[in-house]
């Protein structure tokens, strides 16, 4: 079964910093790229930060260069996203996608974890 699991949500104060961990089972994680992404109250699901490995590439949001670094642990197959300096607008549900392009079409084969909670206190 193909399963992500992200974890590592908690309550933190502003300025704070939290680790979400993001790992992967049941599919080739050298293939994918794997994101995340986050949704507040209210709001629509937004990007944050993706890493894919076979290319060496990572991407970030331009509200959270800076503050977050995303990087993988290929052996655990594991992508961690390291947030720093919180903001209260930073509280949200926090996701990990793993996604990748299956033909020249360019159809894909989605993934989605379980999301974790993520609390800035003000």
């Known amino acids: 079964d193909v399963q992500l699991q992200a974890f590592g949500g908690g309550l933190v104060q502003a300025g704070g910093s939290l680790r979400l961990s993001c790992t992967a089972s049941?599919?080739?994680?050298?293939?994918?790229?794997i994101g995340w992404f986050r949704q507040a109250p209210g709001k629509e699901r937004e990007g944050l930060s993706s890493?894919?490995?076979?290319?060496?590439?990572?991407y970030y949001a331009d509200f959270v260069k800076g503050r977050f670094t995303i990087s993988s642990d290929n052996a655990k197959k594991t992508v961690y996203l390291q947030m720093n300096s919180l903001k209260a607008e930073d509280t949200a549900v926090y996701y990990c996608?793993?996604?990748?392009?299956?033909?020249?079409?360019?159809?894909?084969?989605?993934?989605w974890g379980q999301g974790t909670l993520v609390t800035v206190s003000s």
């Open positions: 996608n793993a996604v990748v392009v299956v033909n020249i079409e360019g159809s894909r084969v989605e993934h």
């Open positions: 049941g599919f080739t994680f050298d293939d994918y790229t």
């Open positions: 890493i894919n490995n076979s290319e060496g590439k990572s």
